[in-house]
């Protein structure tokens, strides 16, 4: 079913409606403290009551500063700001995880956190064993992110990114070593109070997962999947699963939706010039990012939308977004399909900046030339052959800005193909192919041969 179908089964304002009936109700209504302001809207969590904020704060992008060695560390003190205006703004949701931000992130998130009572929050953290399958690893990962956050309970506790390496791989990090068995007691003991998966992977992957839920070998109380305009129906199908299909999956069993990547990275956000003039013709006064946000809020199956808000400037944006939440209409939706058609004809690489990837063996700054990249293509400054207009300075402008922006070590000509980043990137990236691909293109201006 595409979205012009699925539009015209449901219908847009149906939606909406339909929120009430799948469980995942929009209110704007106080917190579980009774702090916050009314303008959030909250979705209500079917298995539990939870009242979630419709935008969830993703801690995947915390603000990064140099200590007095010269290591990169969490700005703290940014993060204990950022924190209290979210929460001020009725921000309920953190989303983080023990891999996160060289594993600096759950600590970070549980300082910021711990000075607010703990029923006035939702914690959501995972079980990140993508290098130790061992017991002992993960029961210690799983133990150590109580002390790291400051909780004596989770309340949305994820197995994270399965999927990628299909069944046999879920095999080894959940199965055989008894981790799903154990986090079932422990969801029992009421140390995880709903338990899921994110997903990165295939459609059979994704069907071996639903599958477990159907039989009744676990209940999978929530799942987060990759959801935005683009991936909606566009997704390659290869290495990710159009988010339709599972989004549908999940609805069809009342199982709660939480949302990764609305902005692809922060893509959606940074669209190329003519797909930017499109949106501002319809909405001057909003940013770019509104739009990704109110096509994925549109959805009731959907329970918090993650946004990894570096500074201020984003929260106070998503919040203007969140405050005043409007879902889209039918017109807009098949709007929002034009806008995709669009996106998907640049030559982008879909990296979401996650920075699983790093750090590279060989130095190589993979996420930075990949930004660089992309951006050169958003901002219109891409060199595309001899004959195009204005040829020479954008040339000029994008080999002085790629040395600037990126060492001349750490650049992609030094890459040799190990393929030792390939089996960290969720987005299955085939990242010394697209390292080769640049470079190949770089050598070509800086020859002239383009």
Not at 69 to 88: C, F, K, T, W
Not at 302 to 325: C, E, H, Q, R, Y
Not at 347 to 361: K, R
Request: hydrophobic share 35%.
């Amino acid at each position: 079913m595409d979205r012009r179908q699925f539009i015209k089964t449901t219908g847009a304002g149906a939606l909406t409606a339909a929120a009430v009936a799948a469980g995942c109700a929009p209110r704007r209504d106080d917190n579980k403290s009774g702090n916050t302001p009314s303008g959030m809207p909250y979705r209500v969590n079917p298995n539990n009551g939870d009242r979630v904020s419709l935008l969830g704060y993703g801690c995947m992008r915390w603000p990064m500063i140099k200590d007095a060695s010269g290591a990169d560390i969490i700005d703290q003190n940014v993060v204990d700001e950022l924190v209290e205006h979210a929460m001020a703004n009725g921000v309920n949701y953190y989303d983080t995880s023990p891999a996160y931000l060289q594993g600096q992130s759950e600590r970070a998130a549980g300082l910021a956190l711990k000075r607010y009572p703990r029923d006035s929050y939702y914690i959501a953290t995972k079980l990140s064993n993508f290098g130790n399958f061992s017991p002992e690893a993960s029961l210690r990962m799983y133990r150590d992110s109580f002390e790291q956050m400051y909780t004596d309970y989770f309340d949305y506790y994820l197995l994270h990114s399965i999927g990628g390496g299909g069944w046999e791989q879920f095999k080894r990090r959940y199965l055989d070593n008894g981790m799903v068995d154990f986090l079932k007691k422990e969801k029992e003991a009421g140390r995880i109070r709903q338990l899921g998966f994110s997903f990165h992977g295939n459609q059979q992957a994704f069907d071996d997962f639903i599958a477990m839920h159907d039989r009744g070998e676990i209940h999978w109380d929530f799942v987060q999947i990759q959801m935005n305009y683009i991936d909606w129906t566009h997704a390659d199908g290869v290495r990710n699963v159009n988010a339709e299909y599972l989004y549908k999956q999940l609805d069809d069993r009342e199982i709660p939706i939480t949302i990764m990547e609305p902005l692809q990275g922060g893509r959606l956000a940074n669209v190329p010039a003519n797909v930017a003039t499109r949106f501002k013709e319809r909405e001057p006064d909003k940013s770019i990012a509104s739009w990704a946000f109110r096509f994925v809020g549109t959805y009731p199956r959907v329970l918090t939308i993650l946004s990894g808000m570096t500074d201020m400037a984003p929260l106070k944006d998503n919040l203007d977004t969140f405050l005043d939440f409007k879902p889209l209409n039918e017109e807009e939706l098949e709007f929002m399909e034009e806008m995709a058609v669009m996106m998907k004809e640049y030559p982008m690489v879909n990296c979401n900046d996650c920075n699983y990837c790093m750090p590279c063996p060989w130095g190589i700054d993979i996420p930075g030339i990949f930004r660089h990249y992309n951006k050169m293509i958003t901002d219109g400054t891409f060199a595309q052959s001899s004959e195009q207009k204005e040829y020479a300075r954008l040339r000029r402008a994008y080999l002085v800005s790629y040395d600037r922006a990126i060492p001349t070590v750490r650049q992609a000509a030094h890459c040799i193909s190990c393929g030792e980043c390939l089996s960290h990137c969720p987005q299955s990236i085939a990242i010394p192919k697209e390292l080769n691909r640049i470079n190949r293109y770089v050598e070509k201006l800086k020859r002239d041969t383009l």
